[in-house]
């Protein structure tokens, strides 16, 4: 009987320690350097978001030869810069002009807000109540009231206290329109900076991305790389329809809702289309929290038939979305679950905050998308063991008597 080493001492089991060590590295590494691996992050995936332009165009040959990849980024890179410049000169000072003009407005009607105004209000929404018989109070109680036991609720002082407490800290950012200048401008020059180092990290990622993903299919051992293959593959799947195409569907919307606010109208039409196409990064709370602001502002300037028209167009955006954006742009192999994405976000938004929130889909798609090859993977090994259990094994009868017949055919 042939002598076998220790398991420890095998090669190949060495060969897959090693393995397990350096990604266990890798990831303790992210995981302690997160909080300044964000424009990394950030920067692969918006290399990964335009991969897919850059190697068509690196693929597209010019007087017989092929374009470089690092001419191709260029290519892609000069394009970008040009329609951030055209925003920059057109968009965004219409945008600047209407937030600050809206938190001004905003600032001088909370501060024009009376306790007989509150009253009033509270005394219509209580009337509508007991009207339509609903067991609530929204004013201190009174005396009886028919119904039997009631639900009471000092609407009043809790609206005027929430409004005081929100007028004292709109004057404290907004009762200086300068200081707010100057701090909005601060933080425009922080993102500028920021901007600039995404987009030179994207370039040098995108630059060497084919190089990147041999690296790290180098980190994986060669009887596994085939079904690391496959796992990229359907990694990729998943991840363009979540990242590529909530991009896309994220500016078809935002361009529907400016396009809508401008006609219905609505005041402050680009800045909220700007704050509906960021908030559409957030599936379904990015949807809620864009819309409440519209309704709201369109209430306040037309009334119900005005707020109704905003909503009506919001609920043909979305409708536009599910029923032909969706399947058409992300496709089956990105569809998550709607519980999932809930549990990603809430998950993500507690653990990191907006940033955390931002990412969560994504990464949840990740994990489904390992979690199908894992699936997949061992329906395939179910199928191999059926096969072999289907496949009788020779008993030796059976060769003793396959040889003579086999020697007499050859013969």
């Not at 320690?17 to 964000?38: G, K, N, Q, S």
């Not at 890179?77 to 809206?102: C, F, H, K, N, T």
């Not at 007028?167 to 950012?173: F, I, K, Q, T």
Request: net charge positive; charged share 15%; glycine share 8%.
């Amino acid at each position: 009987m042939a002598y076998r080493a220790p398991l420890w001492k095998r090669p190949r089991a060495q060969l897959f320690a090693l393995t397990a060590v350096v990604w266990a590295l890798v990831l303790a590494i992210f995981v302690i350097a997160w909080p300044v691996l964000l424009p990394f992050v950030l920067a692969a995936l918006a290399a990964y978001v335009l991969d897919p332009l850059i190697s068509r165009l690196a693929r597209t040959r010019v007087a017989g030869r092929a374009v470089p990849r690092w001419a191709a980024v260029l290519v892609v890179y000069v394009a970008l810069g040009a329609l951030a410049y055209l925003a920059g000169v057109s968009i965004l000072p219409q945008i600047y002009r209407e937030a600050v003009r809206g938190l001004v407005e905003l600032r001088d009607f909370l501060a024009g807000i009376t306790p007989e105004k509150i009253q009033g209000w509270v005394r219509g929404m209580d009337a509508f109540l007991e009207r339509y018989g609903i067991p609530v109070d929204l004013l201190p109680y009174e005396g009886p009231r028919q119904g039997g036991a009631r639900f009471s609720v000092d609407l009043a002082a809790g609206i005027a206290d929430a409004l005081h407490d929100a007028s004292e800290g709109m004057r404290g950012r907004v009762g200086d329109v300068v200081t707010f200048s100057r701090v909005l401008l601060a933080g425009t020059i922080q993102t500028l900076f920021f901007c600039i180092l995404l987009f030179m990290l994207t370039a040098f990622i995108s630059m060497d991305a084919p190089r990147i993903v041999r690296f790290f299919e180098s980190l994986v051992p060669a009887n596994l790389r085939d079904d690391f293959r496959r796992l990229l593959r359907g990694i990729d799947s998943g991840l363009s329809g979540v990242v590529r195409g909530q991009l896309t569907i994220m500016l078809v919307n935002g361009v529907l809702t400016l396009v809508g606010l401008l006609l219905i109208p609505v005041p402050f039409a680009f800045a909220l289309g700007a704050l509906a196409t960021v908030l559409y990064v957030v599936p379904i709370f990015g949807t809620i929290l864009s819309s409440v602001p519209i309704v709201l502002l369109a209430l306040t300037a037309g009334g119900l038939s005005k707020a109704a028209l905003a909503l009506g167009w919001i609920l043909v955006i979305h409708a536009l979305e599910a029923y032909v954006l969706n399947p058409k742009i992300m496709g089956d192999a990105s569809k998550i679950h709607p519980v999932l994405i809930v549990l990603a976000l809430v998950i993500g938004e507690r653990t990191w905050g907006l940033v955390g929130a931002l990412l969560a889909v994504p990464v949840a798609s990740v994990v489904v998308a390992i979690f199908r090859f894992l699936h997949r993977k061992l329906a395939e090994l179910d199928a191999r063991a059926a096969e072999a259990r289907a496949v009788p094994a020779a008993t030796p009868q059976d060769a003793a008597l396959e040889a003579p017949r086999t020697k007499g055919s050859s013969t």
